[in-house]
């Protein structure tokens, strides 16, 4: 459900060099793809699909299909889209990149690196706002470690404590670590700690469940909270969505999201192509399944360009309703301006 630090860094470095032409020697094409079938059946969620994948691309090898490709980007792409048609796995991503030494382990490196490209965006939080009417606004566009986004994450909640409704927006949210996504959402409950997801991981046979935990600063409680989705909503994104609405604690407004729920990790297949292999899968305490290849349902269908004002009309509504009778006008009159617009 969650890419590592490098794997985000990967994917994202690998964004420059998809137009590069890395010629492709018919030794390279064969070691990618010996090498991409063992890491899948070695570490793949699902043991009996990633043995039926690997069988057939061995058939599309023997078929021809790959004779013609002598292109490593090109090879990348196309071993991409037949893994995620083959195994319904959005999670599946193979890549090349030029650094084929490009380091695994190095924890300090990568962090070093991965902090230079979230700050580019304020640690994955780009924007924060009050709405018209006293209703607040947090774009969420990665979900970066918890030990280096929690001050982040608790003066945003600060910011927006004082707000009537909240409205988070996930629409261009392309994933992260599970923890944050823990730390973030506690703030909508309680203090009784809630369950509200769990990973399985194929290594160690073992699951790991996720409870609401203590934040710094107040709760959001007793308030509205939507939240915006869009086809392009992936991974944690997906999952702070899954996990608020199973709980009943926000009303998903826009797009069906990507499907995207399995844990998973890089590998290194050699001459400088990568894969992203998922090793687990999310368990919703609720329904006890997730949103992998089918994605999470909004509670309002909306395209994902109207998915604000209608969240922002949604929430004056609901505050409106719940306020005093010599209160109500100005939420209303909020309401019928931004109508009028």
């Not at 061995?58 to 083959?86: M, P």
């Not at 923890?179 to 290594?203: A, C, D, M, W």
């Not at 368990?283 to 949103?291: E, F, G, S, V, Y």
Request: glycine content about 6%.
């Amino acid at each position: 459900m969650k890419p590592t630090i490098l794997a985000i860094i990967i994917l994202l470095i690998t964004s420059c060099s998809f137009a590069q032409n890395v010629k492709l020697t018919k030794k390279e094409k064969e070691q990618a793809i010996n090498s991409l079938i063992q890491k899948l059946n070695d570490n793949y969620v699902f043991p009996d699909v990633a043995k039926q994948a690997g069988q057939s691309i061995k058939k599309f090898e023997k078929q021809g299909v790959y004779t013609k490709i002598d292109n490593k980007v090109e090879l990348a792409k196309l071993l991409t889209n037949q893994l995620r048609e083959l195994m319904h796995d959005k999670h599946l991503n193979l890549w090349y990149n030029a650094k084929e030494n490009l380091n695994l382990t190095g924890k300090e490196e990568e962090e070093a690196i991965f902090r230079q490209l979230l700050k580019r965006t304020n640690l994955g939080f780009p924007k924060i706002d009050v709405l018209d009417g006293n209703i607040g606004y947090l774009k969420i566009n990665v979900f970066g470690p918890v030990d280096k986004v929690k001050e982040t994450c608790a003066g945003a909640m600060a910011f927006l404590a004082n707000t009537d409704a909240l409205i988070i927006d996930l629409r261009n949210n392309q994933g992260g670590e599970p923890e944050t996504v823990q730390y973030l959402v506690s703030y909508f409950f309680g203090n009784n700690p809630v369950h509200i997801n769990s990973l399985y991981s194929r290594k160690g046979n073992k699951t790991d469940e996720f409870w609401t935990v203590s934040v710094k600063g107040a709760k959001y409680l007793d308030k509205p909270v939507f939240i915006l989705t869009s086809e392009s909503t992936f991974s944690a994104g997906e999952e702070m969505s899954y996990d608020l609405k199973t709980q009943n604690r926000a009303t998903l407004v826009g797009e069906v999201t990507g499907g995207a729920a399995n844990d998973g990790e890089v590998e290194n297949l050699g001459n400088g192509f990568f894969v992203f292999i998922p090793n687990g899968r999310a368990i919703n305490p609720i329904t006890h399944t997730n949103w992998e290849g089918v994605g999470v349902q909004p509670d309002v269908v909306v395209p994902a360009a109207k998915a604000l004002i209608t969240a922002h009309q949604m929430a004056l509504k609901t505050v409106a309703e719940k306020m005093p009778e010599q209160e109500k006008e100005f939420y209303l009159k909020v309401l019928e301006n931004i109508k009028s617009q």
